[in-house]
């Protein structure tokens, strides 16, 4: 907690003519936001930063003291504030709701600007097609890593490993069909069978066979756990399909 009476602080940073710490810029602000005066103290060269840390002990910059008592670094300070920090490797949903919120805006404001109402049965639609655009974007972003995740649970994947590479091309394509609401004859059985698979998949890993796993649904770098996100992406894209291929009769 915060107990400091005279609100100033020391803080070293490094900033260099070709390098200036972000955490430094990060750690002065936050600072600043808590009513401190800081004593600005930058490190210029590579070889006061090295010196700097062997004289104090440390293996990283910024390092901010107060009261003459070290805090440390920035995420030492955040602490300090009573700030969270999230530990390495760290499950996370956040990326996940950021994503179905702008995807959901998104088809709102499509809607909005295509028939002068934002919630009609078209942004519905939209806001699954939307999705599974910006899913697989994140699959491709590194179509290496997600495959490699997506082979421990896919039944599909794990018979032949080319559809691995395919899914994330797959999805984009019918979720651009899907906005466009073009060739639904190929688009809607194309969500419906790799949705399907993905489905089977997931909860078979998940529920039948109680694995922990990573999702692979926002691509190959994430920390979501295995099971609901990935399978409600799945069951969008059969929900569409059905959807879809109701509505050519």
């Keep these: 907690m915060d107990t400091s009476a005279s609100r100033s602080a020391t803080l070293y940073r490094m900033v260099m003519p070709g390098h200036t710490c972000p955490y430094g810029v990060k750690a002065k602000w936050l600072l600043e936001r808590h009513g401190y005066r800081v004593d600005d103290r930058w490190l210029t060269t590579r070889a006061e ?3 700097f840390k062997v004289l104090h002990d440390v293996q990283t910059t910024p390092q901010t003291f107060i009261n003459g008592e070290r805090v440390g670094g920035y995420d030492d300070l955040r602490r300090f504030f009573g700030k969270p920090v999230a530990a390495p490797g760290a499950t996370s949903y956040r990326p996940v709701i950021a994503l179905f919120a702008m995807t959901a805006l998104m088809a709102l404001a499509a809607s909005f600007a295509v028939t002068g109402s ?3 049965i078209r942004a519905g639609e939209w806001f699954i ?8 974007l994140l699959k491709l972003q590194d179509v290496e890593k997600f495959s490699s995740m997506f082979l421990n649970y896919d039944l599909l994947a794990a018979r032949w490993v080319p559809y691995a590479y395919l899914y994330p091309f797959l999805e984009g394509l019918a979720g651009v069909l899907m906005v466009a609401g073009a060739l639904t004859w190929f688009a809607a059985p ?3 069978v790799i949705g399907g ?3 089977v998949s997931v909860f078979k890993a998940v529920y039948l066979d109680r694995r922990e796993l990573k999702c692979a649904c926002v ?3 994430s920390n979501v756990p295995l099971g609901f996100v990935s399978l409600t992406e799945n069951v969008m894209m059969v929900a569409m399909a059905v959807w879809m291929l109701a509505g050519m009769h």
């Design 129 to 136: 097609a939307f999705s599974m655009c910006i899913l697989a």
């Design 219 to 221: 691509g190959g770098s």
């Design 49 to 51: 930063t090295d010196a």
């Design 118 to 120: 934002a919630f009609t």
């Design 197 to 199: 698979i993905g489905g």
């Design 190 to 192: 194309l969500a419906l």
